[in-house]
C-alpha cells in the first residue's frame, strides 16, 4: 500500500507562486510520463525535484520551462498561461540551465554569458553598454570573471557550469532552472556549484533544481518535491517530508534519516549489508 504524505510548505512561501503546473499531463509519443500534476514553485527559495530514475524529474522541469508541451493542464509562470507567451518573453522571466550543455568549440566564456543577452536584442535595440554591465555582473556574480577569456571547452567541470550559469543570470531572470546541475562533478566540484547556487538565491534568485544526491538536495534546498512514477508523493521542508517511510516508499530505500552534524537539515544514512552488524550476507 501506497503511503500518505502531506505537503508541508513552510507558511507564507507559497502565496504567491512564480511557476506552477496545473493538471499537467505530459510524455514521449504514446508513453505518459506524468498525468494530472499539480505542483507549485515557492518564490524566493531553492526548491529541488528527486525521485528514482525515470520518476519524470527531468520531464517536469523540461514542462515547466516550455520545452515540452503538455497534453492536458498548463504551466502557469507570474500569473500567465507560459504556452501563450512568446518565447523571447519566456526567457526574459526564466532561464535554463539544460543537462550536459554543449557549447561551440572555441567559445570564450565571455561570449558564451554574452548570448545570455539574445532575449533583449532587436532591430531597435542593439548591443548597449547596459548588456556589457550586465555580462560583467553575472560574471562576478558566479567567480568566472578571471575566465573571461578562456574558452569554455578548456575549463574544468566545475568552471564549465559556473559559466553556463552565468549566462542563465546574463538573461537578467530571478528565476533559474537547473537540470542535474552537479552532473559529472566530484564531490567537491559539486559543493561548489551548490555554494553558488546558495549564494545566488541568497541574491534573491528562486531556483529549481534536479538533483540525484539526495544529501546535497536536503542541505541546499528549502522546499523539496518528491516524485515517483510520475506523480508528486510530498513536498515541502526537508525536515518535515525526509523520513524512512517516504525513502522507502519513493527509492525502495532502507536508511536511518539523522541529524546532519554540520546543519540543521536531515541526514540520510542508507542501510545495506555490507559492515551492518546482524545484516552481513
Given at each position: 500500500?501506497?503511503?500518505?504524505?502531506?505537503?508541508a510548505?513552510?507558511?507564507g512561501?507559497?502565496?504567491v507562486p512564480?511557476?506552477?503546473?496545473?493538471?499537467?499531463?505530459?510524455?514521449?509519443?504514446?508513453?505518459?510520463?506524468?498525468?494530472?500534476l499539480d505542483?507549485?514553485?515557492?518564490?524566493?527559495?531553492?526548491?529541488?525535484?528527486?525521485?528514482?530514475?525515470?520518476?519524470?524529474k527531468?520531464t517536469?522541469?523540461?514542462?515547466l520551462?516550455r520545452?515540452?508541451?503538455?497534453?492536458?493542464?498548463?504551466?502557469?509562470?507570474?500569473g500567465?498561461?507560459?504556452?501563450?507567451l512568446?518565447t523571447?518573453?519566456?526567457a526574459?522571466?526564466?532561464?535554463?540551465l539544460?543537462?550536459?550543455?554543449?557549447?561551440?568549440?572555441?567559445?570564450t566564456?565571455?561570449?558564451?554569458?554574452?548570448?545570455?543577452?539574445?532575449?533583449?536584442?532587436?532591430?531597435l535595440?542593439?548591443?548597449?553598454s547596459?548588456?556589457?554591465?550586465?555580462?560583467?555582473?553575472?560574471?562576478?556574480?558566479t567567480?568566472?570573471?578571471?575566465?573571461?577569456?578562456?574558452?569554455v571547452?578548456?575549463?574544468?567541470?566545475?568552471?564549465?557550469?559556473?559559466?553556463?550559469i552565468?549566462?542563465?543570470?546574463a538573461?537578467?531572470?530571478?528565476?533559474?532552472?537547473?537540470?542535474?546541475?552537479?552532473?559529472?562533478?566530484?564531490?567537491?566540484?559539486?559543493?561548489?556549484?551548490l555554494?553558488?547556487?546558495?549564494?545566488?538565491?541568497?541574491?534573491?534568485?528562486?531556483?529549481?533544481?534536479?538533483?540525484?544526491?539526495?544529501?546535497?538536495a536536503?542541505?541546499?534546498?528549502?522546499?523539496?518535491i518528491?516524485?515517483?512514477?510520475?506523480?508528486?508523493l510530498?513536498?515541502?521542508?526537508?525536515?518535515?517530508?525526509?523520513?524512512?517511510?517516504l525513502l522507502?516508499?519513493?527509492?525502495?530505500?532502507?536508511?536511518?534519516?539523522?541529524?546532519?552534524?554540520?546543519?540543521?537539515?536531515?541526514?540520510?544514512?542508507?542501510?545495506?549489508?555490507?559492515h551492518?552488524?546482524?545484516?552481513?550476507g
Amino acid at each position: 500500500m501506497a503511503v500518505e504524505y502531506i505537503t508541508a510548505i513552510e507558511p507564507g512561501v507559497a502565496d504567491v507562486p512564480r511557476l506552477a503546473a496545473r493538471g499537467v499531463t505530459v510524455g514521449y509519443g504514446d508513453r505518459t510520463v506524468i498525468d494530472a500534476l499539480d505542483v507549485t514553485i515557492p518564490p524566493g527559495v531553492v526548491t529541488t525535484i528527486i525521485g528514482p530514475n525515470g520518476c519524470g524529474k527531468s520531464t517536469l522541469l523540461r514542462t515547466l520551462t516550455r520545452l515540452l508541451k503538455p497534453t492536458a493542464g498548463s504551466v502557469v509562470l507570474d500569473g500567465e498561461d507560459i504556452a501563450r507567451l512568446r518565447t523571447r518573453d519566456v526567457a526574459k522571466k526564466l532561464g535554463l540551465l539544460p543537462q550536459s550543455p554543449v557549447a561551440p568549440e572555441g567559445l570564450t566564456v565571455a561570449d558564451l554569458v554574452a548570448r545570455g543577452r539574445h532575449p533583449h536584442q532587436s532591430w531597435l535595440r542593439q548591443w548597449s553598454s547596459d548588456d556589457v554591465s550586465v555580462v560583467e555582473r553575472a560574471l562576478a556574480l558566479t567567480g568566472v570573471s578571471d575566465l573571461a577569456d578562456r574558452p569554455v571547452d578548456s575549463l574544468s567541470g566545475g568552471q564549465r557550469q559556473r559559466a553556463w550559469i552565468s549566462m542563465t543570470l546574463a538573461q537578467g531572470t530571478d528565476l533559474l532552472l537547473l537540470d542535474e546541475p552537479t552532473t559529472y562533478l566530484d564531490l567537491a566540484h559539486a559543493i561548489d556549484v551548490l555554494d553558488l547556487v546558495d549564494d545566488l538565491h541568497e541574491s534573491g534568485c528562486t531556483v529549481v533544481m534536479v538533483l540525484h544526491d539526495l544529501n546535497l538536495a536536503t542541505r541546499y534546498s528549502d522546499n523539496l518535491i518528491v516524485m515517483k512514477a510520475g506523480s508528486v508523493l510530498a513536498q515541502g521542508h526537508p525536515r518535515d517530508v525526509v523520513t524512512p517511510e517516504l525513502l522507502h516508499e519513493a527509492f525502495g530505500l532502507r536508511a536511518q534519516v539523522v541529524q546532519d552534524p554540520v546543519g540543521d537539515r536531515p541526514l540520510i544514512v542508507p542501510i545495506g549489508r555490507t559492515h551492518v552488524p546482524g545484516l552481513d550476507g
